[in-house]
C-alpha cells in the first residue's frame, strides 16, 4: 500500500482518539488511535504513525526515499538511526531487512517510555537496540571507530553542522548519511548551502529529493570509498 498522502494524514488526525497524554507544559505527547491506525503527536506535530494490522508499511511518503538505502546494505549491516518517533523505521527494517545491526538515539525518556508501551514489538529484537542519549553527546563521547554503514539523521529539529560533522565521522567509506531536512525548521540556511560548503561532505556525492506535498527535503551523501 502507498503512503498517506497529507490530507489523509490530516484526516487521520481528526478521527483519531486519545489513548494517552504525556510531558510537561513544555513538551506535550499525544498518543491517539482510530480503527487502523496509532499516533504519536509532539506539541501539535505529528511524529510517527503505525498501521496497527501491519506495522511494517511506511506510512509517511519521506520514508519511502529516506529508507531507500537500506536495499543497498550487505546482510548484517550497521544502521544508526537518530530519532526514535514511534519507531516506524524499525518495525520497516524488522520485516524487510531483518540482519541488520540496528542503534536508534532517542534523548526523550517520555518518547521511549510511549514507545514500549504503545508501538514496540511484542518480540524482543536482540540485534535492534534504543539508547536514551543526546545524539550530540552520544557522537562525541563514543569511540570514533565505532562507525556505520548507515546514518539516518530523521529529527524533528534544527540540523546544524555540528551534528553533521559528527554524523559524517560515523560513516564508513562507502556508506551513506541520510538527512531528513525540513525547511521550516532551519530558516536561517538552506541545506543545499550547507552540504556544498560543508568541509566534511562537500566531496561525497550528494543528491536532494523533495517530497510531493511535503516540505521535507532529503538529502542522501554518500562517501567515497577512498
Not at 524487510?96 to 517520555?110: D, G, K, M, R, V
Not at 524533528?156 to 553533521?164: C, G, H
Request: one cysteine or more; hydrophobic letters at 45%.
Amino acid at each position: 500500500m502507498a503512503p498517506l498522502t497529507a490530507q489523509d494524514l490530516e484526516n487521520l488526525l481528526r478521527s483519531a482518539t486519545l489513548l494517552t497524554l504525556s510531558g510537561t507544559s513544555e513538551v506535550r505527547l499525544l498518543v491517539l488511535q482510530n480503527q487502523e491506525y496509532r499516533l504519536l503527536v509532539l506539541n501539535g506535530a505529528l511524529q510517527s504513525v503505525i498501521d496497527m494490522g501491519q506495522p511494517e508499511r511506511l506510512i509517511f511518503p519521506h520514508q519511502t526515499h529516506l529508507l531507500a538505502p537500506l536495499k543497498t546494505l550487505h546482510d548484517g549491516a550497521d544502521v544508526l538511526e537518530l530519532g526514535l518517533g514511534g519507531g516506524s523505521a524499525m518495525a520497516y527494517a524488522r520485516a524487510n531487512f531483518p540482519t541488520l545491526q540496528w542503534t536508534c538515539l532517542e534523548n526523550s525518556a517520555e518518547v521511549i517510555s510511549l514507545y514500549m508501551d504503545y508501538f514496540a514489538p511484542e518480540i524482543f529484537v536482540p540485534h535492534h537496540q534504543i539508547l536514551f542519549a543526546d545524539a550530540l553527546q552520544w557522537l562525541r563521547e563514543t569511540p570514533a571507530e565505532q562507525q556505520y554503514d548507515l546514518v539516518l539523521c530523521d529529527l524533528y529539529d534544527r540540523v546544524q553542522q555540528p551534528l553533521i560533522d559528527l554524523c559524517a565521522a560515523r560513516v564508513r567509506p562507502g556508506g551513506i548519511l541520510m538527512v531528513n531536512w525540513l525547511p521550516h525548521l532551519n530558516a536561517e540556511g538552506g541545506g543545499e548551502q550547507l552540504f556544498m560548503t560543508h568541509p566534511m561532505v562537500r566531496s561525497w556525492q550528494r543528491q536532494v529529493t523533495p517530497v510531493p506535498g511535503f516540505r521535507n527535503l532529503i538529502y542522501q551523501l554518500a562517501k567515497p570509498i577512498k
